[in-house]
């Protein structure tokens, strides 16, 4: 299975953007760029998903790099309750399986 | 609409008793994935589902049974409970294809 690397963790202001890097570059063509996130004490919350063109979505905007080998989650105002373990995940579109990583811990500070 | 329901919340367990983790989800998808998360770590996959009556072997199946009657329960079951499977569970469930999981509240067991 495709594996994704993120940074461990981002620390962001209130009320500014926050850009959260995935990488991926062994992603085949059937993979899909899934993005979940988990606050304290709660199960995993999915955020977004696409496969080659950028995403916008009530939450968040999903930038996917033209060689796919790259993305970007965008929180374009945190607040305090976006502070969570944000998860880059590839999907593969047949099996549909999600194997996750470690992540990346956001910090937001009023 | 419910969504992924887990029952029970909290479980103790001695070590050696057997129990079954239940989920249920009500939206009609045909995947559905069992995974534990242990204090300070991301989550690994133990069993998963394709659809009813069709499963397979995650990352860490070693110690658990699952099974898959129907589309809308999919119970874990634990044959002999160890210390080493103490962990939240949680349970997920999809539709087919490429769109996001939907995750339970999950389930805290401690094995002592």
């Known amino acids: 299975d495709a594996k994704t690397t993120q940074p461990n963790s981002m620390e962001s202001n209130e009320e500014e953007p926050v850009h959260l890097p995935c990488n991926h570059s062994t992603i085949s063509g059937t993979d899909y760029i899934h993005w979940y996130r988990q606050l304290p004490s709660q199960g995993p919350e999915y955020v977004i998903h696409?496969?080659?063109s950028n995403v916008n979505n009530r939450m968040a905007s999903l930038a996917i790099a033209e060689d796919r080998k790259s993305s970007t989650l965008i929180l374009h105002r945190a607040t305090l309750r976006d502070a969570a373990v944000y998860y880059c995940i590839l999907r593969d579109g047949s099996w549909g399986k999600l194997q996750f990583g470690a992540g990346t811990q956001v910090v937001v500070t009023p | 609409n419910a969504g992924v329901t887990q029952t029970p919340k909290f479980q103790v367990l001695k070590t050696g008793q057997s129990m079954t983790l239940q989920c249920a989800q009500d939206m009609n998808h045909e995947y559905m994935s069992w995974y534990r998360q242990d204090p300070g770590m991301g989550l690994r996959l133990i069993h998963y589902s394709v659809g009813a009556g069709i499963t397979d072997q995650g990352e860490v199946p070693n110690g658990y049974n699952v099974s898959r009657s129907t589309t809308e329960d999919f119970p874990l079951r634990l044959l002999s409970a160890a210390p080493s499977q103490t962990s939240v569970y949680f349970c997920a469930s999809s539709y087919r294809g490429s769109g996001g999981y939907t995750f339970g509240s999950g389930t805290r067991l401690t094995v002592v």
């Open positions: 696409g496969l080659t």
